[in-house]
T-cell receptor
Framework: DAKTTQPNSMESNEEEPVHLPCNHSTISGTDYIHWYRQLPSQGPEYVIHGLTSNVNNRMASLAIAEDRKSSTLILHRATLRDAAVYYC????????????FGIGTKLQVIP | SQTIHQWPATLVQPVGSPLSLECTVEGTSNPNLYWYRQAAGRGLQLLFYSVGIGQISSEVPQNLSASRPQDRQFILSSKKLLLSDSGFYLCACSRQYNEQFFGPGTRLTVL
């Protein structure tokens, strides 16, 4: 599986935008970029995914580099409820969809 | 949309005792099913995945086993628990290359 690299932790002030980076230099042409987040004592929840174009949904935006070797999850206005561990993962389109979660980025939101 | 049920929510077991964790899925058919374990402060470790009834693949050799007796039922078992089996066990499902949905998890403490 192609791997991803994320910073271990980040801080943000409440109500400010947050940009969470992810490097995936070995991404293949069939890999989708997925983001999940995990609140304390809960299972991860899906946030957003994309292939080549930038994506927006009600939770966040996903900016994908032109060479697809990196991506950035954007939270437009961080709230205290956004404090979580954010995982960037790659999922291949073909065959069985095994997913490997790394350690992720622990986001701390400061009031 | 799919819903994943896991039970029990918490479990405290002595070393050497057996284990059975159950996961059931509603709202989808023929899903891919997964068991993950998360040790304290660590990322998610994929333990088993299943693409159909009776089809189980193991990712990590260990004293755990998994079974899928029905399309939407996934069971994680052990004959003899070890201290290192303590952790947060998560069941997840997905359809093809779409996002994964996670259950609420079972927190297992082996004493």
């Amino acid at each position: 599986d192609a791997k991803t690299t994320q910073p271990n932790s980040m801080e943000s002030n409440e109500e400010e935008p947050v940009h969470l980076p992810c490097n995936h230099s070995t991404i293949s042409g069939t890999d989708y970029i997925h983001w999940y987040r995990q609140l304390p004592s809960q299972g991860p929840e899906y946030v957003i995914h994309g292939l080549t174009s930038n994506v927006n949904n009600r939770m966040a935006s996903l900016a994908i580099a032109e060479d697809r070797k990196s991506s950035t999850l954007i939270l437009h206005r961080a709230t205290l409820r956004d404090a979580a561990v954010y995982y960037c993962i790659l999922r291949s389109r073909g065959g069985y969809q095994k997913v490997t979660f790394g350690i992720g980025t622990k986001l701390q939101v400061i009031p | 949309s799919q819903t994943i049920h896991q039970w029990p929510a918490t479990l405290v077991q002595p070393v050497g005792s057996p284990l059975s964790l159950e996961c059931t899925v509603e709202g989808t058919s023929n899903p891919n099913l997964y068991w993950y374990r998360q040790a304290a402060g660590r990322g998610l470790q994929l333990l088993f995945y299943s693409v159909g009834i009776g089809q189980i693949s193991s990712e990590v050799p260990q004293n755990l086993s998994a079974s899928r007796p029905q399309d939407r039922q996934f069971i994680l078992s052990s004959k003899k628990l070890l201290l290192s089996d303590s952790g947060f066990y998560l069941c997840a499902c997905s359809r093809q290359y779409n996002e994964q949905f996670f259950g609420p998890g079972t927190r297992l403490t082996v004493l």
